[in-house]
């Protein structure tokens, strides 16, 4: 399981006041370091709906999830009944976690560094992403790609949503600091 010690400071956050805050100052011309975008959260999200069937998916998926993030995920339940879906209200049906301060850096290197790289045929991430707010979404196929989770003991392979939440409002800034991060974008 990830954890995080309070005394260490992240290498990523010492690369983003180090470099990428000079960096964006300096190519969108902001004279006040707090126009600088900065990262809020990020929030990781699975939804498993394979789970009215069998409900060991979602322990599965709160296991999982913990150990990628090092935090307990909040199962998240239906809020509606849906007939063709078999759906009942309150059935669990996803797991998500909010990820801030020092977690939220150590998910973000261990996802560029470690995680990102490990996908199949990777060409690069979509940098059209973005929802006009400056935040970014992504999402990946297979939770296999993370080092934590060992798959001979896995029963089921479950993707995610990650959602980035970047202060700034504008997609241009957010893309160039995700890019100075380290985030592997394609190229066009």
């Not at 300096?26 to 975008?37: A, C, D, I, S, T």
């Not at 913990?66 to 995920?73: F, L």
């Not at 790289?117 to 296999?144: E, H, W």
């Not at 798959?151 to 970047?166: P, R, V």
């Given at each position: 399981?990830?954890?995080?010690?309070?005394?260490?400071?992240?290498?990523?956050?010492?690369r983003y006041h180090d470099?990428?805050?000079?960096?964006?100052?300096?190519?969108?011309?902001?004279?006040?370091?707090?126009?600088?975008?900065?990262?809020?959260?990020?929030?990781?999200?699975?939804?498993?709906?394979?789970?009215?069937?069998?409900k060991k998916r979602i322990?599965?998926?709160?296991?999982?999830?913990?150990?990628?993030?090092?935090?307990?995920?909040?199962?998240?339940?239906?809020?509606?009944?849906?007939?063709?879906?078999?759906?009942?209200?309150?059935?669990?049906?996803?797991?998500?976690v909010d990820l801030r301060?020092?977690?939220?850096?150590?998910?973000?290197?261990?996802?560029?560094?470690?995680?990102?790289?490990?996908?199949?045929?990777?060409?690069?991430?979509?940098?059209?992403?973005?929802?006009?707010?400056?935040?970014?979404?992504?999402?990946?196929?297979?939770?296999?790609?993370?080092?934590?989770?060992?798959?001979?003991?896995?029963?089921?392979?479950?993707?995610?949503?990650?959602?980035?939440?970047?202060?700034?409002?504008?997609?241009?800034?957010?893309?160039?600091?995700?890019?100075?991060?380290?985030?592997?974008?394609?190229?066009?």
């Amino acid at each position: 399981m990830a954890t995080v010690e309070a005394s260490s400071k992240p290498r990523l956050v010492q690369r983003y006041h180090d470099e990428v805050v000079k960096a964006l100052r300096e190519k969108f011309g902001l004279k006040n370091v707090n126009q600088v975008p900065r990262l809020k959260k990020v929030v990781i999200n699975m939804g498993v709906g394979k789970a009215i069937d069998n409900k060991k998916r979602i322990e599965e998926a709160v296991l999982h999830l913990s150990q990628i993030t090092g935090q307990k995920p909040v199962v998240c339940v239906s809020k509606l009944a849906v007939a063709g879906f078999r759906l009942r209200e309150g059935l669990p049906i996803g797991v998500k976690v909010d990820l801030r301060g020092a977690r939220m850096w150590e998910f973000l290197d261990r996802l560029i560094t470690l995680a990102i790289p490990r996908i199949r045929d990777f060409r690069g991430v979509k940098s059209d992403s973005f929802d006009g707010r400056g935040n970014y979404s992504m999402g990946l196929q297979d939770q296999s790609v993370f080092p934590e989770i060992l798959m001979d003991k896995a029963e089921f392979h479950q993707g995610m949503d990650i959602t980035i939440c970047m202060s700034g409002g504008s997609d241009a800034m957010s893309l160039e600091l995700l890019t100075l991060l380290g985030m592997p974008f394609k190229r066009n």
